[in-house]
């Protein structure tokens, strides 16, 4: 694939855990969670999320916004696209500032809720659009390191699913 037909087909990366509760409850539990608490350390040079702005009501419905500020002065707007209950919720992450700005025009976001057995698998995938034709062939090696990063978040969101 040319530089340049990678920054029409965004890179997926995804990651997926299965955890014992239903997949209403897991819906319901993770959509409106606080994403400080779900995203609360530094992985290599992903940062944590500190805190959430211009948030109005309870972020339920399609074409709510609000703005995600990270750790080492990086942001970006999150908008909600997709609530399909309690199968999925989408949203769009851009105008991306800091050091991923670099990097990411923006990504398409996805939460994936389905029955596995007595609980649900929670897969979470992030559509990845290059910034550049000069940035795309970097997006594999951010990818690796995103799924790291899901992964671990996975853990975090299961410890708060089942507590």
């Known amino acids: 694939m040319t530089?340049?037909?990678s920054m029409a087909h965004p890179l997926v990366v995804e990651q997926s855990r299965?955890?014992?509760?239903?997949?209403?409850?897991?819906?319901?539990?993770?959509?409106?969670?606080?994403?400080v608490r779900l995203f609360d350390r530094w992985y290599g040079p992903i940062p944590p999320i500190k805190a959430v702005?211009?948030?109005?009501?309870?972020?339920?419905?399609?074409g709510e916004t609000r703005i995600i500020e990270l750790a080492g002065g990086g942001r970006a707007r999150?908008?909600?696209?997709?609530?399909?209950?309690?199968?999925e919720f989408g949203?769009?992450?851009?105008?991306?500032?800091?050091?991923?700005?670099?990097?990411?025009?923006?990504?398409?976001?996805?939460?994936l809720f389905e029955p596995a057995g007595t609980g649900t698998k929670v897969t979470w995938r992030?559509?990845?659009?290059?910034?550049?034709?000069?940035?795309?062939?970097?997006?594999?090696?951010?990818?690796?390191l995103w799924r790291s990063y899901a992964a671990r978040s996975l853990d975090t969101l299961s410890n708060y699913l089942l507590s």
């Open 18 to 35: 299965a955890i014992p509760v239903a997949p209403g409850e897991a819906f319901a539990k993770t959509m409106p969670m606080d994403l």
């Open 53 to 62: 702005h211009d948030q109005a009501g309870a972020w339920d419905s399609v």
């Open 91 to 111: 949203y769009l992450l851009n105008d991306i500032a800091g050091p991923m700005a670099l990097l990411i025009d923006h990504v398409d976001g996805t939460w």
């Open 3 to 5: 530089t340049i037909e």
């Open 126 to 144: 992030w559509a990845l659009h290059a910034k550049s034709a000069l940035t795309a062939p970097a997006l594999p090696a951010f990818g690796r």
């Open 78 to 87: 999150e908008t909600l696209t997709t609530v399909d209950v309690p199968g």
